[in-house]
């Protein structure tokens, strides 16, 4: 028995055929159609479906169900995206476009953070626990909570925005109209800007000279990368970046006194180089001096992927 | 059927008799024994308790339960008190000590803002909610959460501590090491803090007129009046106040998506005064733009008294 599971991503979309097991036999992936009409993305996902389908030889109406998540808010009773920016996608009908397509098979939609730390904790880092916290971390931050063991959708089911906790009120302005959110602070984004003027003011750093002449980007990994080389100026941005991170994580742990904190994201995959100094800082900030564990996600980009296709079996 | 609750703190410890519907029918205050031994504090409660019961003709060995809550971390396996730093008790045994003086009633033992966020949540505030927050701000800020409908106490039973989540990493030093906690900008401590630079900065301020020649302490009230009768000075302070306190409140709610957010203590007495504009600030600052409600809390300072007495019901 099959699912299938939809990552829809501001720059790519994302199609996985899942089995039983919760894994993905086949993944297919196609650049979001920006700028173009809604029925042309929805023609699109829909191609994909099939066509991936066909090629595995599943007929279509042989899936269990449909899930599709996207980077925004939604109202499922409606089956609607209230608002995904990325997408530019606002009050869309989501469901009912797909349930025109495949008249036969159950079609859910979550928000992607939500799917994410639905998989997570059922065949991921997340796994066994009863309170958790998920901060999934790339150009921004999102992430999910889990209480009692199973996913918290907020208290008036309008979602929960890890991301958007104030850390530092004179902070970055942030994408919200507020200053110094956990996303301004702990996001890659942070990284690729400090890196970005490290260039400017550092010609002797490292990141200048690994992207002079362009040879390399600024990436929160090339930064990361830098200070694992025992570059002064990259080191400087990291241990800040740790920092900054471990506060957002000391935060949100002094509210829910959660039995682990997952990290994922690009960031999360910087491995001890990162965990080691930010467990350590949590330890010492942390109001109860208790070691809750802080771990890396475990699933990676397929989160979202794995999560859609469970949406049916909740 | 009676209970008692006691609320120790680090000033006045409070005896209360709780009749079946929650109403206070007797009420006994005394100091708290500042740097006696522990003996010293039990044999006052034990007294206080027996005092009270004689003037109310109760037997002590009538009452259903004796609920006692203290500010701070406490084992509820061991019945002790971990750490509470104002009353200087540190692994102290609570229900053990008060047991040996009364060996038929049963003997509770609690965090004093979980015991006020039962009783908003029982018959205060928080009534009828599922998914609510309370801050209790005095000198410092504690607070309590419902989810589910019930009192939440830490996905590893340490408690929650709302005061301790950080809104400027910048901000000043807290007493828990961090900076810029909630309780370090939304207390009434920085209130008086604020008033007593203004009467040094600002002599033709009204907190100034007020305060001279010690006719009047500066408290949060008195700063808060000035405010509310004109006076600038005052108005600067108490703005700059409500727009931390709203970040507390967006940055909490953005994570919980609660129903209701209920503030107690000194502060919320301010009423409308205080309530309106914190109310248009965190609308318009809150990620999820709906107008979850904020109120005051209803018990003021009877709620750790109703909330301890309440603990044998649970």
């Known amino acids: 028995m099959f699912r299938i599971g939809l990552d829809i991503g501001g720059t790519n979309i994302v199609s996985g055929v899942v ?15 920006k700028g173009q009409p809604y029925s042309v993305f929805i023609g699109l996902i829909v191609n994909l479906i099939k066509e991936q389908s066909k090629e595995l030889r599943i007929q279509v109406s042989d899936y269990k169900s449909i899930g599709i998540c996207v980077p925004g808010s939604i109202n499922r009773e409606k089956g609607t995206v209230i608002n995904a920016y990325n997408l530019e996608f606002h009050n869309v ?19 992607d953070a939500n799917a994410a730390t639905l998989a997570e904790l059922n065949v991921g880092a997340l796994r066994g626990y009863k309170t958790a916290v998920l901060f999934t971390i ?36 942030c994408t919200c109209g507020n200053r110094g959110c956990i996303e301004t602070l702990c996001s890659g984004s942070w990284l690729i800007k400090q890196g970005q003027e490290a260039i400017v003011k ?10 002079q002449g362009n040879r390399e980007q600024v990436t929160g990994k090339l930064v990361i990368d830098c200070a694992k080389e025992g570059d002064e100026v990259a080191e400087d941005i990291f241990y800040r970046y740790v920092n900054q991170l471990s506060l957002a994580v000391v935060s949100c742990a002094n509210l829910l006194d959660p039995e682990v904190i997952a990290l994922g994201g690009g960031i999360s995959k910087a491995g001890e180089f990162l965990f080691q100094p930010l467990r350590k800082l949590v330890r010492e900030k942390s109001f109860f001096r208790f070691p809750y564990k802080i771990v890396p996600a475990e699933l990676e980009n397929d989160a979202g992927v794995i999560g859609a296709a469970m949406l049916g079996m909740i």
Chains 1, 2 share one sequence.
Do not use: C, W
Request: glycine residues 16%; without cysteine.
């Open 93 to 111: 009908p989501m469901i009912e476009a797909m349930k025109t397509h495949f008249t036969d098979i159950p079609v859910f939609l979550e928000n």
């Open 19 to 33: 089995d039983n097991s919760n894994k993905i036999i086949s993944r297919r992936q196609i650049l979001f159609p």
């Open 202 to 211: 550092y010609p002797q750093s490292r990141i200048y000279r690994k992207t």
């Open 138 to 173: 790339g150009t921004g931050i999102g992430g999910g909570i889990i209480l009692g063991g199973k996913l918290f959708n907020g208290g008036m089911d309008h979602g929960v925005e890890p991301g958007h906790m104030i850390i530092d009120h004179n902070g970055p302005l």
